[in-house]
């Protein structure tokens, strides 16, 4: 595993992670994709299909993040961009409008 690239390197063997695969044939490349597996089959498999001349890279799956978190944040962060208008314009600052995007 020393060879591989750093984003490959696993933080636990029993990690979830996902195997990319590209195998030559004779009528053409062909690309599989294998998830769930652990970090240590995955390495081992990655390894041996390399071996052999193949295309194999895995990396570790990542925990998903909640959608109500987002919104919370994203709550939070209008909120705050709200309090700030208000405190400049008080101030005698007047913010600049934001220009419209080109279509």
Not at 88 to 97: L, R, S
Request: glycine fraction near 4%; avoid cysteine.
């Amino acid at each position: 595993m020393e060879n591989l690239p750093d984003i490959a390197q696993p933080t636990n063997p029993g990690a979830a992670a996902t195997l990319f695969v590209r195998v030559e044939t004779p009528r053409g490349p062909r690309t599989t994709v294998q998830s769930n597996l652990t970090v240590a089959a995955a390495a081992d498999l990655a390894f041996t299909m390399n071996v052999a001349g193949h295309y194999a890279v895995y990396q570790e799956e990542r925990p998903g993040f909640k959608f109500s978190a987002f919104l919370a944040r994203r709550k939070k962060m209008k909120e705050r961009k709200r309090k700030a208008l208000a405190k400049a314009k008080d101030m005698g600052v007047i913010p600049f409008k934001r220009l419209a995007r080109p279509r």
